[in-house]
């Protein structure tokens, strides 16, 4: 088995057993890797071992390998930064965007979402970490971005997604992930049919299950230590 095929299994593990711990199946999380900076090979090395759901960062890169392996049927999850001007690319390719924080953006990709293809999924990406983050929109603000966005066509509406501060205490780690949780929970209350939370990454992915995660987003878990250079 390839290294990659054994650190997916790894990765299975730790949310299973993190689920088991949380009284949840774990079945009702889903892995996502997280292939951003490593090349093609990595993804498909990943897809043998059964790995469908990608997400990448950079809309370039991520064009470049989900056109290169269109044939697999593969999965794409937007999660990075997204600027207006690179929209449509990803109105155009990808399957999921995580990452929206202003309506503007969510907007473009509705009129550039082709008519032939099934409605993007979204996520709304909120801040629960204050100054420490530059991403994201304010907690107080998720409400009506997300009710905007329901009465967007070529758009469907999932959840949310948050990357909190990074810190090694499990109990802060936790309390950041209940908060996002509770945001979630409001948004239902109010009549949005969310059903998505996606957060949880390679060092606190136990902490997000226990909150109530459905999608881990997972890199260096599984392909290794990024090298930016
Ligand atoms: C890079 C990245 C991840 C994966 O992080 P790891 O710590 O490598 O698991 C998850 N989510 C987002 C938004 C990322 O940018």
Known sequence: M???ADNLQAVQARISDAAALAGRSPDSIRLLAVSKTWPLACVVAAADAGQRA???NYVQEGIDKLTAIAGRNLEWHFIGPLQSNKSRPV???FDWVHSIERLKIAERLSSQ???YLPPLQICVQVNVSGEASKSGCDPDEAPALCQAI???PGLQLRGLMAIPEPTDDPAAQRAAFRRVR????SIRAAGLPLDTLSMGM???LEAAVAEGATIVRIGTAIFGERNYT
């Open 54 to 56: 990608f997400g990448e």
């Open 113 to 115: 979402r082709p008519a």
């Open 2 to 4: 390839s290294a990659i």
């Open 182 to 185: 509770e945001i979630y929970e």
């Open 202 to 204: 390679s060092h606190d």
């Open 91 to 93: 109105a155009e390719h």
């Open 150 to 152: 329901t009465t967007l």
